[in-house]
């Protein structure tokens, strides 16, 4: 009898199997890169489309304002003939995002820190989800908390401050509620918080394993290991997140217009109420504002615009100065 055995087809000839498969992921690449191209520059479409509706709105009202628009101290866009200027809300948006800054900034690196390399990896994680879902937290449930809550209870650290540095009338306090720039700079410090500290946090913990470990055989102290290795390190990352956290404080509309009493006078002292800010404006006013109005608030977002676009543009520029955040 006869036994045959089975058998398999032989191999593929050769260069198929690779030239079908090189096939495929060269039009897979291509489809890709394509696609990334294309959303690339649809962003930039985007952004050179809002840019020019901007201007040509605020061209419109520029042109027929009667007051210098960077120096009046008067938002009249709605009379005859109109008059109209940004100072009281370039001073109130900087101030106030200043403040915010002072405040933050040493905190969050603070906290950052504490979570890096100091607390325990039980308390570490449930803090870093925490610090993560606040800076979820809708801004408009911000400015109630502050309007219900912190304005009530700044009473006493308002009275203090004009006690001890009063004299120096930045800090004079002629009682009254507490809606000033100082609260807002306040306000928005507890809202940046969470993203300077998110980022900073990332940052430290890219920080040479083997530049700490060689530090503390040689004798370093903890804090001395931070300071020689963790924060040079991290010094552009934390940069880049204090100036992505200005561009929030800087752009915040909903918290401030619920806490601010607005009005067009800039005071000798931060904690006189009073003030404004060009998201503020434009939230309180695009309403009842005629056609010029509504193009002299697109004016003061357009500065708005720009102003943030150069904050998010420097934090791009000491980003790429690092090249272990390019890649």
């Given at each position: 009898m006869e036994i045959t055995?089975?058998?398999?087809?032989?191999?593929?000839?050769?260069?198929?199997?690779?030239?079908?498969v090189?096939?495929?992921?060269?039009?897979?690449?291509?489809?890709?890169?394509?696609?990334?191209?294309?959303?690339?520059i649809l962003l930039l479409v985007i952004m050179a489309a809002i840019a020019a509706f901007l201007a040509v709105r605020a061209t419109s009202a520029l042109s027929k304002n009667e007051g210098d628009f960077f120096t009046t101290f008067e938002w009249a866009a709605n009379s005859t003939p109109p008059k109209f200027g940004i100072a009281v809300l370039a001073f109130g948006t900087i101030v106030s995002s200043v403040i915010a800054m002072l405040i933050a900034v040493p905190v969050a690196i603070g906290i950052a820190l504490f979570i890096s390399h100091y607390a325990p990896r039980k308390l570490a994680a449930p803090l870093s989800y925490v610090i993560d879902l606040l800076a979820a937290v809708p801004s408009i449930v911000y400015g109630l908390w502050g309007a219900l809550f912190l304005v009530p209870h700044l009473g006493g650290l308002y009275s203090w401050l004009n006690d001890y540095f009063g004299w120096t009338g930045i800090f004079e306090y002629h009682d009254g509620a507490a809606r000033s720039l100082f609260t807002i700079g306040i306000l928005l410090a507890i809202m940046i918080l969470p993203i300077v500290t998110s980022v900073s946090r990332e940052v430290f913990l890219q920080a040479p394993k083997m530049h700490e470990e060689a530090?503390?055989?040689?004798?370093a102290t903890r804090w001395e290991v931070i300071r020689m290795s963790v924060l040079p390190f991290g010094r552009s990352g934390v940069i880049s997140a204090s100036m992505l956290g200005l561009g929030r404080a800087l752009g915040e509309t909903m918290a401030v217009a619920t806490v601010l009493s607005p009005s067009f006078t800039i005071g000798k002292s931060l904690l006189d109420?009073?003030?404004?800010?060009?998201?503020?404006?434009?939230?309180?006013?695009?309403?009842?504002?005629?056609?010029?109005?509504?193009?002299?608030?697109?004016?003061?977002?357009?500065?708005?615009?720009?102003?943030?676009?150069?904050?998010?543009?420097?934090?791009?520029?000491?980003?790429?100065?690092?090249?272990?955040?390019?890649?």
């Open positions: 055995s089975a058998t398999t087809d032989g191999p593929p000839p050769p260069g198929t199997t690779t030239t079908r090189k096939s495929a992921s060269r039009a897979g690449d291509r489809i890709f890169l394509g696609l990334s191209r294309g959303s690339g530090a503390l055989a040689l004798g109420p009073g003030g404004g800010t060009f998201a503020q404006n434009i939230a309180s006013s695009f309403k009842e504002s005629g056609e010029i109005g509504k193009d002299a608030l697109i004016a003061s977002g357009l500065v708005l615009f720009v102003l943030t676009l150069l904050v998010n543009g420097a934090a791009r520029l000491i980003i790429a100065r690092r090249k272990e955040y390019t890649a």
